[in-house]
């Protein structure tokens, strides 16, 4: 009734029916709390419901072996319930078949004490619970069968067919509640929880024997409802397999429906097979499949009662909301909700995992700030000088002037022709100027009676101030050695979210798309993963199944993703299993433009074994190929120490991503902090770019490198001292464009220092380099090593090394074809 009608009745009726108002309110609220009460007692109230109808359950007329089963498992897994549990289970004895809540609540009370019992010696383990479960049904079915006074073989059978179908319950139940119960933490159901899933569900039908429904019974409409939920959600091994484990379970609960074993598996068979259908087609197909077989095992009246039971189960079916068969479909392997649901658990996972980093990423940011020092401004500057020019006078006054008895005279009356005069000498000893006493200005000498005693002391507080500035540089430049260090992680990690957050795009179209492409072919193929689809970088992994005696990879696939990617694909990596049967791995990925051949020759100073030069030739995996080379100071075991060290450390940067010069940079700060020693090593590094040739040249105390290119020979030079030496070095970076044909020669100064001083080296080098008329990269690296071994007359001067690389056309192995009907894959455009 609305308020503005109270407001004209009289007020006997008003007040009633505010009263009446007021009563519906709280009504209202007191069914609210009700439903609120039982949403939060959900589980509970579930639980207690599954141990009435298994406390109902019977097989073989006479066992029942579910209710204590359940018991102990509720027990360990949810304590909070097991006392409605208890209560539940005797109850549903009581109303079963062949009631004997007696014996099953003394089971409970048997397993209860013996629980009881372990916990007071901190024993009680889940673990222990299909052992304590057999211990007390046997315990309680022997006292049964001697009081009774029937004992006998078949007595003490059925004793321990029923023990022990109670200890693989307890084990079945173990696994399928926390299923059940959506407590699981894994997002995955194994095949064994699925089956125990199964097992329980059946055995909870059990419990509704002998109830019908207009004619119909209830656990047959279940046993089929349940049948066409599992034949939507796995197809047809799913639908068969509940078929067959709800029809066996309900045939020991009742020896004249055996025949449900076989109607229920055909029906789930069938109702399977026509899951592509939707709801309405799997209905149907378990419909015509329990249908045909009603027809050969039974009569018109079981034919119609069948039917019927169907038609319930399938419109019980189709009325299930679809929320509900997803949320279960995304515990089981292999549906399309499931593998959805691990994308999302994958991309939340690479989301958070992106964010840390990216915080990481900041943190170091922060770090290389506050480390980094603060531009000063003209006015800072300013004052600074005046603070030590200040401080530098007060130490000399503090020394000379304290104990003079002309003290007052200079510094009070004085005081401006004694600062200007002592700021001149003091500017005249900064300059590098050390004036005697016969040299001190005529002024300085007439104004000061001291004036050797502050000269002296002039020049002391000038070392000591020299001497501090010089350690505030030091300071200053390893402050900013750790800020570019830092600020060089920071860009490394926040490169690193990036290509993490690059990793999380939804790419299901385009796997489907090449899965179809390659199925289409023939080809068994388990799945398709795209990890990155960005141009020049592409990476896909496929697991197959077929052999590898034709190379169907090189061959097959990877011509055609280069078809439909409109880029050479190439194979990266084989992965073959160690057992039969199961899938390879390959992993695909853009192939480069441009190919790197290398060829390596060096000796050791003497013919020793061991050289003091280090060589290196390795993909960073950035789509960069690096060519360095490494001098250390001297020969022997320390040199190629330093030398191997600095070009360790080098690679391991680069390989993470590290900016060059930086990288350079803190292989500097390594050395130098390695040893108070004078040990030092040259870096000659050439970065070529797989895909434009492009190389960077980073020479840090090394020898020229030379470009052949046919008849021409271009030398590559910069002047920089070697790592290991200064603080603070100067790093220049040589950019060059190479073309298909060049071949590119590195070396160390024992080869370039051959010819002596008498001679070019430039020119006799680039003569050497222009008379080898071989190709290939090792044997022109040996050519060279040889003449430069017979210029000396076959003596080893020095440790001597040389790489040589060989840039060439990347030409793919299989040539790409085209396949009707296939497009080409569209690129995603943005980063999830």
């Known amino acids: 009734m609305d308020k503005h009608n109270l407001v004209w009745m009289p007020g006997a009726k008003r007040e009633g029916a505010l009263h009446a108002a007021i009563k519906r309110a709280l009504d209202w609220v007191g069914t609210l709390r009700w439903v609120q009460m039982i949403a939060a007692k959900r589980w509970t109230l579930l639980l207690t419901a599954i141990g009435f109808l298994l406390g109902r359950a019977i097989i073989l ?18 304590r909070d319930a097991y006392r409605l549990v208890a209560i539940a289970l005797v109850a549903g004895s009581w109303l079963a ?34 052992l304590l479960v057999f211990i007390s049904i046997m315990l309680v079915r022997l006292f049964n069968v001697v009081i009774h006074d029937v004992l006998g073989w078949y007595e003490l059978m059925m004793v321990g067919v029923e023990a022990g179908l109670s200890f693989v319950l307890t084990l079945v139940f173990i696994q399928a509640v926390p299923v059940l119960t959506m407590t ?22 059990t419990g509704a024997v002998g109830w019908m429904l207009y004619g119909m019974s209830i656990e047959h409409i279940m046993s089929r409802y349940l049948l066409l939920v599992f034949a939507l959600i796995g197809g047809a091994p799913m639908g068969a397999s509940v078929g067959v484990i709800a029809g066996l379970i309900l045939s020991l609960a009742d020896m004249g429906a055996i025949v449900q074993m076989s109607l229920l598996a055909f029906a789930g068979l069938l109702a399977g097979l026509l899951r592509d259908g939707g709801k309405s087609a799997v209905a149907f197909g378990m419909l015509l499949g329990t249908s045909i077989l009603s027809i050969y095992i039974g009569n018109q009246t079981d034919i119609l009662a069948s039917t019927w039971e169907s038609a319930a189960a399938a419109l019980l079916f189709l009325c299930t909301p679809r929320g509900v068969l997803r949320t279960i479909a995304r515990y089981v392997p292999g549906t399309t909700e499931h593998t959805k649901s691990q994308h999302e658990y994958a991309k939340r996972v690479r989301d958070v995992t992106a964010h840390r980093v990216t915080q990481f990423s900041e943190v170091f940011r922060q770090l290389a700030r506050s480390f980094g020092p603060l531009a000063p401004t003209l006015e800072d500057a300013e004052k600074k000088k005046d603070e030590e020019i200040t401080h530098f006078m ?6 000379t002037c304290s104990s003079c008895h002309r003290k007052n005279l200079c510094w009070e009356g004085k ?16 300059e590098g100027r050390r004036p005697g006493v016969k040299e001190v200005p005529r002024e300085w ?48 990690m926040e490169d690193l979210a990036k290509e993490i957050k690059r990793e999380g795009q939804e790419l299901y179209l385009q796997e489907e798309q090449i899965r179809e492409a390659l199925e289409g072919l023939g080809l068994s193929i388990q799945s398709v993963d795209i990890i990155s689809l960005e141009e020049g970088n592409v990476e896909i992994e496929v697991a197959h199944t077929f052999g590898k005696g034709y190379d169907e990879c090189r061959k097959i696939i990877a011509p055609l993703l280069s078809d439909i990617l409109g880029e050479h694909i ?59 080379i490494s001098d250390g100071m001297g020969n022997g075991e320390r040199a190629r120490l330093e030398s191997s060290t600095a070009l360790s450390i080098l690679q391991q940067l680069l390989q993470s991503g590290m900016d060059e010069k930086l ?13 108070s020693d004078e040990m030092y090593a040259t870096v000659d590094v050439a970065l070529i770019d797989m895909y434009t040739a492009k190389t960077t040249f980073l020479k840090i105390g090394s020898t020229p490198s030379f470009i052949k290119r046919g008849n021409e020979v271009i030398m590559v030079t910069a002047n920089n001292l070697p790592v290991g030496i200064l603080q603070e070095i100067d790093v220049d970076l040589i950019r060059v464009q190479l073309q298909p044909g060049d071949t590119l020669i590195m070396m160390t100064d024992g080869i370039y220092d051959a010819p002596g001083h008498a001679v070019n080296k430039e020119i006799w080098m680039k003569r050497v380099i222009q008379e080898i008329e071989d190709e290939q990269p090792q044997e022109i690296a040996e050519r060279l090593l040889e003449t430069v071994v017979r210029h000396h007359e076959g003596e080893i001067i020095d440790d001597m090394t040389v790489v040589v690389a060989r840039i060439e056309k990347h030409q793919p192995e299989w040539a790409t074809f085209r396949w009707p009907g296939l497009s080409r894959i569209e690129r995603p455009r943005t980063v999830s």
Request: aromatic content about 10%; proline content about 3%.
């Open 184 to 205: 699981k933490r894994s997002n995955s159901l194994k095949t064994e929880e699925i089956i125990c899933l199964m097992i329980m569900l059946a055995s909870i039908m």
């Open 415 to 430: 005081f401006y022709q004694t600062y200007r005069l002592m700021t001149d000498m003091m500017h005249t000893i900064e």
């Open 570 to 628: 190439a194979v990266k990596t084989e992965r073959y299993p160690e057992q039969s049967g199961h899938p390879a791995t390959v992993q695909f990925g853009s192939a480069k433009e441009y190919e790197v051949d290398t060829g390596i020759a060096g000796a050791a100073k003497g013919g020793d074994l061991l050289s003091g030069d280090s060589f290196s030739t390795v993909e960073l995996g950035n789509g960069k190929f690096a060519v360095a």
């Open 394 to 399: 007060n130490a000399v006054a503090e020394k």
């Open 97 to 130: 078949a062949s009631p004997a809540p007696l014996w099953i609540a003394l089971q409970l009370a048997v397993f209860f004490l013996i629980v009881k019992g372990l916990e007071a010696y901190e024993r009680a383990e889940l673990n222990y619970a299909p």
């Open 663 to 675: 990288a350079i940079k803190s292989v500097n700060s390594v050395l130098l902090l390695r040893s």
């Open 61 to 78: 007329e006479s066992l029942s072996p579910f209710a204590i089963a359940y018991f102990a498992v509720i027990y360990f897994l949810r």
């Open 445 to 492: 000498s007439s104004h000061c009676v001291r004036p050797k005693q502050v000269l002296n002391v002039m020049q002391q507080q000038y070392e000591l101030h020299r001497h501090d500035q010089h350690y505030r540089k030091q300071l200053q430049d390893a402050r900013q050695l750790v800020a570019e260090q830092l600020q060089g992680v920071s860009q490394v």
